[in-house]
């Protein structure tokens, strides 16, 4: 009988782990949408392309142009964190693998 509770205890912790590595990921990954949603939109547009009364304004770039889909991720990171032109930046507000995470929603605007 005790080696039967430890087994089962064995296997309940291992799921456990497993569950909440899996909602990490998870909860990483859906960031993204939020974020841009709350910090992007009103210049990009939820499509990306920059067609907002403000980005119209400003002159603003097609995420999924060739220009900016052929940025690099790094250099993406940085126009981010530390701003271009008129855009803000907001390494103050967004940590590391957020803007990581930013990054990679922008690269999904070239598959739309």
């Not at 990009?44 to 304004?57: F, I």
């Amino acid at each position: 009988m005790k080696n039967r509770v430890i087994r089962v205890s064995t296997a309940t912790a291992t799921i456990l782990v497993a569950m909440s590595l899996t909602a990490g990921l998870a909860t990483a990954q859906g960031t993204a949408p939020a974020t841009f949603k709350s910090k992007c939109v009103a210049c990009h547009g939820a499509d990306g392309k920059g067609q907002t009364p403000v980005g119209k304004s400003l002159g603003i770039h097609d995420l999924a142009s060739t220009a900016t889909q052929k940025m690099t991720d790094a250099d993406l990171e940085q126009v981010i964190t530390k701003g271009k032109n008129q855009m803000p930046a907001y390494g103050d507000s967004l940590k590391a693998p957020e803007i990581k995470d930013l990054v990679q929603y922008v690269r999904a605007f070239a598959k739309k």
